[in-house]
Nanobody
Framework: VQLQACGGGLVQAGDSLRLSCAAS????????MGWFRRAPGKEREFVAT???????YYADSVKGRFTISRDNAKNTVYLRMNSLEPEDTAVYYC????????????????WGQGTQVTVSS
């Protein structure tokens, strides 16, 4: 599986963005999909995950502001980010896992290349 993330950009605090992650391969629907991020000078952290049955789980820092969704017909997972804050500035990565609902990066076996999100104050 190859993952291609896009949709990042430079926005102001309070704005919204939608990230997309397109996956190759015919087995996309069998993977749990996740979004992670790495801010400058910080370790990679979990953001959100969605199972093959559309169960979702979020990091506390984004709960209520971000929404993860998937379209299995398009082999794509999305991350809708509302009310963005400067603290959300990071490179965002999508990833695929055979384990549903995991927030542990080491349980994801395929990773996209990342897309930069910068939120100015």
């Amino acid at each position: 599986v190859q993952l291609q993330a896009c949709g990042g950009g430079l926005v102001q605090a309070g704005d919204s963005l939608r990230l997309s992650c397109a996956a190759s391969g015919r087995t996309f629907s069998t993977y749990g999909m996740g979004w992670f991020r790495r801010a400058p000078g910080k370790e990679r952290e979990f953001v959100a995950t969605i199972s093959w049955s559309d169960n979702t789980y979020y990091a506390d820092s984004v709960k209520g502001r971000f929404t993860i969704s998937r379209d299995n017909a398009k082999n794509t997972v999305y991350l809708r980010m509302n009310s963005l804050e400067p603290e959300d500035t990071a490179v965002y990565y999508c990833a695929a896992s055979l384990i549903a609902g995991s927030e542990r990066a080491n349980q994801y076996i395929y990773w996209g290349q990342g897309t930069q999100v910068t939120v100015s104050s």
